[in-house]
């Protein structure tokens, strides 16, 4: 089954405490990406890669540090996590630009005490 | 700015025609989508127009561009109760950055 897989589904940790979300696509997608979405807010782009080793600052970088060493996988990493960063989190992937549609993960919801 | 409005809610009666509006700012923009999401779930690719066209319809979806204007509509014909969502507009932009609007609630009154 073609999917976006996202790891852990929900995370509660502290302040300060690194930590990494797996995203993992099956569907051999070129452009992957992570958005994060707040009430009020709607969704918006940390960081998005067109293919291995490219990776770009979407709208909202800060505190996020991403990685394209294969093509299936992005992780995002939160090397010193802290309160706003508590939001849900998307993966999405998808074949290339334009007109093919991006999949979503079913999300990861993050708490920082 | 980079930035794309939509109007938070929307209510419609069932039956009737939704109309969900989207304004954004980039005339250089690609491709601009319409996405679904339901409570607890991720994003649904609904439809989507590619920047130089002004109209496309699927099934009981209607998206209309008016390119001068930067603004996107989306029509729901025929609205039931399961299109009861947050719809959100999205532009990709030449550098395949993609930005999203906050989303419109649309209610279904019975």
């Known amino acids: 089954e073609a999917q976006v897989t996202q790891n852990p589904r929900y995370l509660i940790t502290v302040t300060g405490k690194k930590l990494t979300v797996t995203c993992s696509q099956n569907?051999?997608?070129?452009?992957m990406s992570w958005y994060r979405q707040d009430p009020g807010l709607g969704l918006r782009q940390i960081y998005y890669?067109?293919?291995?080793?490219?990776?770009d600052k979407g709208d909202v970088p800060e505190g996020y540090k991403v990685s394209r060493k294969e093509k299936r996988n992005f992780p995002l990493i939160l090397e010193s996590p802290s309160p706003n960063q508590t939001s849900l989190y998307f993966c999405?992937?998808?074949?290339?630009?334009?007109?093919?549609?991006?999949?979503f993960g079913d999300g990861t919801r993050l708490s920082i005490l | 700015g980079e930035d794309v409005e939509q109007s938070l809610f929307l209510s419609v009666r069932e039956g009737d025609s939704s109309v969900i509006n989207c304004t954004y700012t980039?005339?250089?923009?690609?491709?601009l989508y319409w996405y679904k999401q339901e409570p607890g779930a991720g994003l649904q690719l609904l439809t989507y127009?590619?920047?130089?066209?002004d109209m496309k319809q699927d099934q009981r979806l209607t998206v209309l561009l008016n390119k001068k204007d930067k603004h996107l509509s989306l029509r729901i014909a025929d609205t039931q109760t399961g299109d009861s969502a947050i719809y959100f507009c999205?532009?990709?932009?030449?550098?395949?950055?993609?930005?999203f609007g906050k989303g419109t609630r649309l209610h279904i009154l019975p």
């Open positions: 999405a992937s998808s074949l290339g630009g334009g007109s093919q549609p991006q999949h």
């Open positions: 127009i590619f920047s130089n066209m």
């Open positions: 569907m051999n997608h070129e452009y």
């Open positions: 999205a532009e990709r932009k030449r550098d395949d950055k993609i930005i």
């Open positions: 980039d005339s250089s923009s690609t491709y």
């Open positions: 890669s067109m293919n291995v080793e490219v990776t």
